[in-house]
């Protein structure tokens, strides 16, 4: 028998599953349920495969993507991951530049998928690395394929494509809140697109870390960091914040008492999800975890 059609990696990413939370939400009004979208089942282990994926996928069809040039960008790792993983797969050699802090894991996984790592000073935080990058283009610019997710209109687009409509899907219609973090604001922007669209009744709500310095690793204290120009501040009906405490202690409970093992920014997401479910008497909340807590684990061992 002749093997069937295999699958790249492009085609594993997105139709993640949904999980319920059963116990955090104990002291919740009977009526409200919080559910989150596993994103650490994408095959680069992140939320961050689905823009990445658009982003190379537009950039071939419209020829800015071409052989022999290198895929560039800044990172604080899990888009460094997707793209060192699809470069790979398609061939394209991958430079990345981040915060030299970033977890081992992450630099470990991009070593592994072959790409090179341009380190900046932990000091200037994701917006160095993003200066950096810059500067790296300006100088060379037909050398590289600049990927520019936080500027690139591909990476809410995939959100807008798959992320927004499968929870639409997978919740039959019933959600009635959004709830999610902005790094560089791709998934709240595109999923409160797709959402709107097919209700404008769903409420979303952005969340950021309450301070500038956090430890909230992917997320961006927005009124203090370099704006991503794909983040549009008109679309949530409500804005959060959840201090880096707060999101620890949860990160640490979540394994325990959920059986779900997710990074900082997880559960973060699950504090801002739990504060709006609180305030309500019923309703469906949908919240995102964006990678699994392998990720983090240097950092819980050295009790970080
Ligand atoms: C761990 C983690 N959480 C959250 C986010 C934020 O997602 P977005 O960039 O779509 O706002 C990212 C993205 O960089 C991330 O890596």
């Known amino acids: 028998m002749s093997p069937g059609p295999a699958a790249s990696v492009f085609e594993l990413i997105g139709n993640t599953p949904m999980v319920e939370l059963r116990h955090v939400t104990r002291d919740l009004a009977p009526g409200v349920r919080v559910l989150a979208k596993a994103e650490w089942t994408n095959p680069g282990g992140s939320v961050k495969d ?3 994926r658009q982003i190379l996928l537009e950039a071939e069809r419209s020829g800015a993507l071409r052989p022999g040039q290198t895929i560039l960008d800044s990172t604080s790792g899990n888009t460094g991951i997707a793209l060192a993983m699809l470069g790979a797969a398609r061939g394209y050699p991958v430079a990345l530049v981040m915060p030299k802090n970033v977890s081992e894991e ?3 996984l991009i070593d592994a998928f072959g790409a090179s790592i341009v380190y900046t000073d932990p000091i200037d935080g994701s917006d160095g690395a993003l200066l950096e990058a810059r500067r790296r283009v300006e100088a060379e610019p037909s050398r590289w394929f600049y990927a520019d997710q936080y500027n690139n ?3 809410p687009r995939a959100h807008q494509l798959t992320t927004g409509p499968e929870i639409w899907e997978q919740t039959g219609g019933e959600i009635t809140h959004f709830v999610v973090g902005l790094g560089t604001s ?7 697109r797709a959402l709107k669209g097919l209700s404008p009744r769903v409420v ?3 969340m950021e870390p309450a301070t500038p310095v956090h430890g909230l690793e992917g997320l961006k204290h927005m009124e203090t960091a370099i704006r991503p120009g794909i983040y549009d501040d008109r679309l949530a009906d409500r804005r959060i914040t ?3 405490e707060e999101a ?4 640490r409970r979540l394994p325990s008492e959920e059986g779900i093992l997710v990074g900082y920014s997880g559960a973060a997401n699950v504090c801002a999800a739990l504060a709006i479910a609180r305030e309500m008497t019923s309703g469906l909340v949908v919240t995102v975890f964006p990678d699994h807590g392998t990720r983090y684990l240097s950092g819980w061992l050295a009790g970080k």
């Open 248 to 251: 620890y202690e949860m990160a």
């Open 186 to 192: 791709g998934t709240f922007v595109g999923v409160t």
């Open 106 to 108: 992450r630099k470990m």
């Open 153 to 155: 209109p591909a990476n």
């Open 204 to 206: 979303c709500v952005s």
């Open 50 to 52: 689905r823009a990445a």
């Open 242 to 244: 959840v201090e880096t």
